[in-house]
């Protein structure tokens, strides 16, 4: 019973990092209906940025720092080659975040060189005990994290008045212009949310851990969590990462011993079986918004 326990908290830990992911995904489709494969390459930048930054800033100043660099930088990738593509097709909207995403990599990826770099454990790989169960400090610093995050997050979106511009433009970018929103700003700030989403999440996932070239395909595990909780839906995103999170857990800790004929690592490809199993029941995600198209 306490390898379950413990599987559960590395789910929920791991699980909080695709939230985070998945949320950035999400805020930038709702506020453009264009799915940005630049997510994995602002990961990873943000997780090399502060190898450069814990030695001198320290951890927590260095996350913070981190988060506001590689905002700006989305903010910038945004203006610079998203924006003049606006009204074209969609699909070549998301070709171009793709290309984005390459060359981002390819100029992180030099600051990592050939070897790995260390962002440190501010928790030292210390455990707490939870009612008899053992935890990893880690994984209670991620989860409080990404709750305060989408604590914030959700009070931005309903309490402040550009989260409510953002929700207008969301829901109908025509009818917020006639308002006088500036959808170009919404845009600008959606991808700059995003990209600091992605950042703290690299952040996260480096800690304890090195950072090498490869780091960025942890972010391809936020795919499953947004389409299983709907590409527009923030809490969709949430739940669908945390289920992602623990799916991959329990199926790495058991798999091996109740179904050994699925071979080793099956653990890897779990998150998009579950996708998979999600959308022949609910097309649209658990959480998602049908589209009712008439002709």
Not at 83 to 90: D, F, I, S, Y
Request: glycine share 12%.
């Amino acid at each position: 019973m306490t390898e379950f326990w413990q599987s559960i908290a590395r789910g929920m830990g791991n699980g909080s990092i695709y939230a985070l992911l998945a949320l950035g995904f999400v805020i930038i489709y709702k506020s453009t209906r264009v799915i940005s494969f630049a997510q994995p390459s602002f990961m990873l930048a943000g997780a090399v940025l502060i190898t450069y930054l814990t030695g001198s800033v320290g951890f927590y100043a260095g996350l913070i720092l981190s988060a506001l660099a590689i905002a700006l930088l989305a903010l910038g990738v945004e203006r610079v080659a998203v924006r003049p593509m606006v009204g074209k097709p969609v699909f070549a909207v998301a070709i171009i975040t793709l290309g984005l995403d390459v060359v981002i990599r390819v100029v992180v990826d030099a600051f990592v060189g050939l070897d790995v770099r260390q962002v440190g454990d501010p928790w030292k790989l210390h455990t707490v005990d939870i009612l008899g169960v053992p935890v990893q400090q880690r994984y209670i610093a991620m989860l409080v994290i990404t709750a305060v995050m989408v604590v914030v997050l959700f009070a931005f979106f309903r309490y402040t008045r550009f989260g409510l511009a953002m929700r207008a433009a969301a829901f109908d970018q025509e009818t917020a212009l006639t308002q006088g929103i500036s959808v170009g700003s919404v845009f600008a700030v959606s991808w700059a949310m995003a990209g600091g989403l992605a950042a703290i999440a690299g952040v996260l996932v480096g800690t304890g851990a090195s950072v090498d070239q490869n780091l960025w395909i942890i972010a391809l595990k936020a795919l499953p969590a947004i389409i299983l909780g709907g590409l527009d839906s923030l809490g969709g995103a949430v739940i669908g990462g945390l289920a992602v999170g623990l799916v991959e857990s329990l199926v790495g800790t058991y798999q091996a011993d109740m179904a050994p004929w699925l071979g080793q690592n099956f653990a890897v490809v779990s998150p998009y079986v579950l996708m998979l199993l999600v959308l022949l029941i609910r097309p649209y995600g658990l959480f998602g918004t049908p589209e009712v198209e008439r002709v």
